[in-house]
Each structure stands twice: as C-alpha cells, then as structure tokens.
C-alpha cells in the first residue's frame, strides 16, 4: 500500500516531505529494504530508509486531509470534536479519512458506519461516495 500511495519515483523538493520509510528493528528494515529493490526493478525510487529516531506530527492542517474537503462530514465531526486535537485524534476521523481517501470497500463501511456516529445525511454522503468506486 505504501508504495501504490504515492509516486516513490519522484525527487522531492524538500526534506520535509520527502519519501520515508523508517524502521523500529532489523527485520522491519529488512521489509523495507526488500519491497524497495522489488519496486525498483521499475525504476529509480527516492524513498529513503532510516531507523527512526523521533517522531514528529505533521501540522494539524495536514491531518485528515481528504476528510477536510467534506463540508457535511467536517461540520459533525467538528460539533463532535470541537478541539483540533480531539478531531487529529478520533479513530472515526481517521477512518473516514480513509473512505473519503479512496481506500475501503462498501461492504468494510457497512460494518463500521453506525459507530461513526454520523447523520442519515452523513452516511448517506459517504455509502455513497464508496459505491462509486
């Protein structure tokens, strides 16, 4: 998924949003290493491959991207997640990231929607927006 997420063929411009894979142990490394030579029998790859040192959070703005384009999904996630962290934060924001984002199928969003907390409008809006994948 990693790897069909993004375009590891493509310098970036900067450190701060360059392709990374950063690992915990020597067999996450080794993972890593192995799905980067077989991807790179396509070509260059400009993904980098580090032991991680420390984590930092992406700014809040950068969080639940795809979800901040959905006006009708963000007004009720911001009514039930009024701070900014407890939206970055939720689980159901996450998950709805996802849907929103293209990943998912309809039958993976039927088991989880009513725990989402969401109105008939709401998940109307997203059953929708799945089955049209």
Known sequence: MFWAAHNPGAPSFSRQYRSAIFFHDD?????AEATKNRRQEKGRIYTDIEP???FYRAEDYHQKYHLRS?????????ARYPQERQFVD???AARLNG???GYGTLE???VELKSFGLSQQAEQY????????
């Not at 997203?126 to 994948?133: D, F, M, P, Q």
Request: hydrophobic share 35%.
């Open 108 to 110: 993976q969003l039927e």
């Open 126 to 133: 997203i059953r929708e927006r799945v089955s049209r994948r």
């Open 99 to 101: 849907y929103v984002g």
């Open 90 to 92: 939720s689980t159901a």
């Open 27 to 31: 067999e996450q490394r080794r993972l």
């Open 52 to 54: 991680l040192s420390k």
């Open 70 to 78: 959905v006006g009708l999904l963000m007004e009720e996630l911001k």
